[in-house]
């Protein structure tokens, strides 16, 4: 094995061999176990929440091949309806062109030559990240066949009157003029105005005050509603208000919604432009007055004077007006949550439009109870009381999208506007028997892209035709996501999948993680500097590189300078390369049941250290198992000798089996966090730290034959082991070591990802090697606890005077003597009489034995008391400073949360460390006091 472990040169080699023997694909064999990766945007790339997820996806998909699954892990990418376009919108404006100058047909064709050159950025990101998904089986949900799963899933709802067209208020974006999702719109507190303005009575007896963030809208109100039990307006309840600038009478209503304590308690009502207000309006039957356009200019329904102004324009005009006629009372600071399309930044603005709707009311309700009756299992628990609340209060759902890259709407209008749906048109002039020389005109809308979305567990599996794939693989075992989109994407897959798929839901478990944001806990964005590419991680990028990267092709090129700044300030030295492992071990330990999971690069450093643990520890297993023929203790020479396993042996083999016992249920509970913890404990402390050195002495040439070899076979069969469970979380470095180790083992195979996982009952208990390797570890940590107290280098042999202790004890003292003497440097282990008093000594205990190390000779006396009274004052000096910060009232309150904490942590160090180096100034003193 080479001196030094490289992923760069071993992890593009791996995986090609891999995908090239078809490794990925299902055997055929065993019980099914199926995963749809949730398909990322064509357009994008990987970022952190993906790469974590994959790994989530692909530990468990690695795990259950290796117990002999059947294991399918479906790839593919979403098309991304808006946020494609936008890409290709974006390089034609580059050459100075628009969408409209286009045809429709020749800017589809467009997109799809964009998705043919960038489309498998994706793939190629996934193949560096280890996932071992089936290649053969990726999918696009723009496919023929996923795309006449589409069609068959919209003309089967409209069928049942389950899909219908009506005009209600949607979101609505006006730079990409369409319909968008909650999930495309972002909510932010912004500095805004509340202008309170004076409303007219009708009969001129006074008037009443309304308060407004979007004066522009008045022009469209159609009400003013008060609370019914606010005493100050109930007389006024039937009245009429004059609408000022509008010339319009709009009536006073009654309705509970109102919030008395907002403004004067008085609300004007706009059913077209605000969503409570539409409720509103629908319930007292108001008028429903639509004064924008799809642009956001005014429309006809304005006077003349404002028509065609911006709407932004529109409210400094109405403004004014109202100002010069003495209808604003006041205006006032105010903050409000402003709604901005996650991709233009563009105000959202309500909209009154034609769209396309599922009514969801029928398909929630046995989407509820599947999750009632337990055929569905959220882990954690707690988020099924989220999918719950949701889909209780859910409302139908808009589905069309005034794009033109997408699945288009299979419905098809005559000149008087009515609709026909069907598969294509002629089966619509079939279905309808119209005349074949009807003028139909397709509508031009697509579907929202979670649309199909909803139908891909069963869709990719060859849905709507029943395929042998579809029988074997669905339900799918599990689906990994994210909390954020469980309305938006797991709730449509469970009602999609029960009613297209004779009431199976698309899942068993749905396994919900928390998101990734970064050390200080920020959510990662562009804006903030702060988001990483995964691959940069594991390859590594300067400095230069990585801030040419962060702002080049912004979408908001102002933006650069900061992006820039916060790099510089985040990476001064660029990242360094930390391979895939590293990465995948760092997401399994991130992976708690936490909503926010900070990730932070020290960590990665430190896998980055676990992976070159496990590399040195299975060089020496080789260099030391290894015969000259190149055969090893498992196979050839070692095999037909004699095999004595001792005591520390057999201690490593019952951990091993606890491990594994840990590492099963981790995996069956979805606790990644578990597993790695159990692996990285059992490898770096047990495996390298203790059983390598408790080892060493038996491996001399001089030792008994037959221990050397039941040495020798257990590093080889704990480490094969070892591998096999580790592999499912780092495939690449498990692969190349077990390479080498597994022939040397005795256990033969091509690959260690269809190799057998270790089986708990292979490894079973031994408790009395644990109780006893238990008790040298103690007495060995108490020695070492000393030496580090006193500043004893760790050459220095040192004595130890036992006393007290138990029978058990001192004949383990006397069994584990030389161990004891290699392991804690002892220079002389001698039994003091219990009555006799120790000299000047450092003092330790491990159960009941006391472990005394006399300290004349060992220490230079006055030099260690010069030495440690300056340590302790200059950590006092500092506690002090610490502590003086925290008792300032304004840094408490101004610093950011974070220096605070940091600061408590400081001072909780400091205390620790004083508590610790306080007596043992004390004991030297003593010592210097008793020469």
Request: hydrophobic share 40%.
């Amino acid at each position: 094995m080479d001196k030094v472990f490289s992923p760069r040169d071993i992890e593009r080699r791996l995986y090609e061999r891999w995908e090239s023997h078809g490794w990925f694909a299902p055997s055929g064999r065993g019980d099914p176990f199926c995963i749809v990766i949730p398909p990322p945007n064509v357009t994008g790339t990987l970022h952190m929440g993906h790469a974590f997820q994959d790994t989530i996806m692909d530990a468990l998909t690695r795990y259950h091949r290796m117990r002999g699954a059947d294991t399918l892990w479906q790839p593919g990418t979403d098309h991304a309806g808006i946020a494609t376009q936008m890409v290709v919108e974006r390089q034609l404006a580059a050459e100075g062109q628009r969408r409209t100058d286009l045809s429709r047909e020749a800017f589809v064709e467009r997109v799809w030559r964009w998705k043919e050159q960038s489309g498998g950025t994706i793939s190629q990101q996934l193949r560096r990240l280890g996932a071992s998904v089936d290649w053969s089986r990726e999918r696009f949900t723009m496919d023929p066949g996923l795309s006449a799963a589409v069609t068959e899933a919209f003309v089967r709802l409209h069928d049942e009157g389950l899909i219908y067209r009506g005009k209600r208020l949607v979101n609505w974006d006006p730079v990409l003029e369409t319909a968008v999702s909650d999930l495309e719109v972002l909510s932010e507190e912004e500095d805004g105005q509340l202008w309170h303005l004076r409303y007219p009575l009708a009969d001129g007896s006074g008037h009443v005050v309304v308060a407004t963030t979007r004066p522009e809208t008045m022009l469209g109100d159609s009400a003013v509603a008060v609370h019914p039990d606010d005493e100050r307006y109930r007389h006024l309840v039937g009245r009429e208000i004059a609408l000022p600038l509008a010339g319009r009478r709009i009536p006073v209503i009654a309705d509970a919604h109102v919030d008395p304590e907002f403004g004067s308690g008085c609300l004007k009502i706009t059913p077209a432009h605000d969503f409570d207000d539409y409720e509103i309006g629908a319930r007292h039957g108001l008028e429903v007055i639509n004064v924008f356009t799809p642009q956001a200019t005014l429309n006809d329904q304005v006077p003349e004077r404002f028509r065609g102004l911006d709407r932004f324009v529109a409210r400094e005009r109405v403004v004014a007006e109202l100002t010069a006629a003495g209808l604003v009372e006041r205006i006032e600071p105010h903050k409000l949550m402003v709604p901005r399309g996650d991709r233009t930044r563009a105000v959202i603005e309500p909209l009154l439009t034609d769209q396309w709707y599922v009514r969801i009311a029928p398909l929630a309700e046995p989407a509820i109870e599947a999750v009632e009756r337990g055929e569905i299992r959220f882990v954690p628990d707690n988020w099924s009381k989220t999918y719950f609340e949701w889909m209780r209060n859910i409302k139908d759902w808009c589905v069309s999208r005034q794009l033109w890259w997408g699945h288009r709407i299979p419905a098809w209008y005559d000149a008087a506007g009515t609709a026909y749906v069907g598969r294509d048109e002629a089966e619509v002039r079939a279905r309808h028997r119209l005349a074949p020389d009807l003028p139909l005109t397709q509508d031009p809308d697509v579907l929202d892209t979670w649309f199909s979305s909803a139908l891909w567990p069963f869709s990719t599996l060859g849905w709507p035709a029943r395929t042998d794939a579809l029988a074997r693989y669905y339900p799918t075992s599990v689906l990994v996501t994210g909390f954020d989109i469980i309305f938006f994407w797991v709730a449509r897959m469970v009602m999609f999948g029960l009613k297209f798929m004779d009431g199976q839901p698309p899942f068993r478990d749905v396994y919900i993680h928390g998101l990734i944001r970064d050390g200080e806990g920020q959510k990662m964005s562009k804006s903030k500097g702060n988001v990483i590419d995964p691959l940069d991680i594991v390859d590594g990028i300067g400095l230069e590189a990585l801030v040419a990267k962060r702002t080049t092709g912004l979408m908001q090129p102002h933006l650069a300078p900061a992006i820039e700044k916060s790099t510089r300030k985040h990476f001064p030295q660029g990242i360094d390369a930390y391979g895939t492992d590293a990465l995948r071990f760092t997401f399994a330990a991130l992976a708690t049941q936490s909503r926010d999971l900070r990730f932070d690069l020290g960590r990665v450093s430190g896998y980055r250290n676990f992976c070159n643990k496990l590399w040195n520890a299975a060089r020496f297993v080789t260099l030391t198992t290894e015969t000259p023929a190149g055969a090893g203790v498992g196979a050839g020479a070692g095999a037909g000798t004699n095999v004595e396993y001792s005591i520390v042996d057999r201690w490593i083999r019952s951990r091993l089996g606890r491990t594994i016992a840990a590492v099963d249920s981790a995996f069956a509970e979805y606790r990644f966090d578990y597993a790695a913890t159990a692996l990285y404990e059992f490898t770096w402390y047990e495996f390298c730290d203790w059983y390598l050195e408790l080892v060493k002495p038996v491996l001399q040439r001089d030792a008994d034959p037959a221990a050397r070899h039941g040495a020798q076979r257990t590093l080889l069969e704990v480490l094969e082991a070892l591998l096999r469970a580790l592999h499912p979380i780092m495939p690449f470095i498990t692969e190349e070591i077990w390479q080498r180790i597994a022939p040397l083992a005795g256990r033969a195979g091509e690959t260690i990802m269809l190799a057998r996982w270790p089986a708990q009952a292979e490894w079973p208990p031994d408790a009395a090697a644990e109780t006893e390797v238990e008790w040298l570890q103690r007495v060995i940590l108490a020695v070492r606890r000393i030496r580090g107290e006193m500043n004893i280098a760790p050459s220095q042999r040192i004595p130890v005077l036992v006393q007290g202790g138990t029978a058990e004890d001192h004949t383990l003292l006397a069994r584990h003597e030389p161990l004891l003497a290699r392991l804690a440097g002892l220079g002389e282990l001698r039994r003091l009489a219990d009555g006799d008093a120790a000299p000047a000594s450092a003092t330790a205990l491990a159960g009941e034995l006391q472990l005394h190390v006399p300290m004349a000779g060992l220490i230079d006396a006055r030099a260690e008391v010069e030495r440690l009274t300056k340590l302790i004052a200059k950590h006092e000096g500092e506690l002090k400073k610490a502590r003086g910060k925290l008792a300032n009232e304004n840094f408490v309150r101004n610093a950011p949360a974070e220096v605070v904490a940091q600061e408590r942590e400081r001072i909780g160090n400091f205390e620790r460390d004083l508590a610790q180096l306080t007596p043992q100034l004390e004991r030297v003193r003593n010592l210097l006091a008793s020469a």
